[in-house]
């Protein structure tokens, strides 16, 4: 590595230390508590592989629970008019994402689909919709929970007519644990306005949000 990429990263690590900090994250607390998990499981914090886990895992925390110091307004009330005489369905489909289950701090990790019916033509550009779903996964999360949050915060923000939100991921709290067959995944879904009323409309959403492309 050049001396140049050197400076750099060490630049990155301090605004990293910055921003986690300017975000309310208290890192040496997390470290504090990650050193005592360490001595609590029977291992020594101060060997070599795990001297610098505790600064590590606070920084990747501040990181992975980003979201809870966000507001997905700030990312949809930038919505632009679409000219057009009717409002069509808009569809964002294969949205990735990774959460922390809120009951085991594990990661759970899919694909978010969402299908909006616009009112007047407002719609928003579609990595608004991408930072959305951040901004909810970002956070101790229940995949219930995260699906409802992305729909609610379509229907409000938006102001859509309609809403449809599926959320298909995986759990490596039950996969690791031993208690799920391998590939099984979670579905939930989400609707408002329109698709929670309208029951034709709600399986088109679905039909339209099926899963594709693979097997
Ligand atoms: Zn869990």
Redesign the pocket.
Do not use: N
């Given at each position: 590595m050049s001396p140049l990429a050197l400076v750099r990263k060490t630049d990155d690590v301090e605004s990293t230390h910055e921003d986690a900090a300017e975000a309310g994250f208290d890192l040496p607390r997390i470290e504090r508590a990650v050193r005592e998990i360490l001595f609590a499981v029977g291992e020594n914090p101060d060997r070599d592989g795990l001297r610098d886990t505790p600064r590590r895992v606070a920084r990747a925390y501040a990181e992975l629970l980003g979201g809870l110091r966000q507001d997905a307004e700030t990312h949809l009330r930038r919505v632009f008019e679409h000219r057009s005489d009717r409002d069509d369905l808009v569809l964002v489909r294969d949205i990735e994402f990774s959460s922390m289950?809120e009951?085991?701090l594990?990661p759970?990790y899919g694909t978010v689909d969402v299908a909006y019916l616009p009112d007047k033509g407002q719609v928003v550009g579609l990595s608004k919709i991408a930072r959305t779903v951040d901004v909810f996964a970002k956070r101790p999360q229940l995949q219930e929970r995260l699906t409802a949050d992305i729909a609610d915060a379509i229907a409000g923000h938006l102001q859509a007519r309609g809403v449809a939100v599926v959320v298909r991921a995986e759990?490596l709290?039950?996969r690791m644990r031993g208690a799920s067959k391998r590939g099984a995944d979670m579905v939930t879904t989400g609707f408002r306005g329109e698709f929670d009323r309208n029951r034709a409309l709600r399986s088109e959403a679905l039909s339209l949000l099926r899963p594709h492309g693979g097997a």
């Open positions: 289950c009951h085991h594990l759970f759990h709290c039950l």
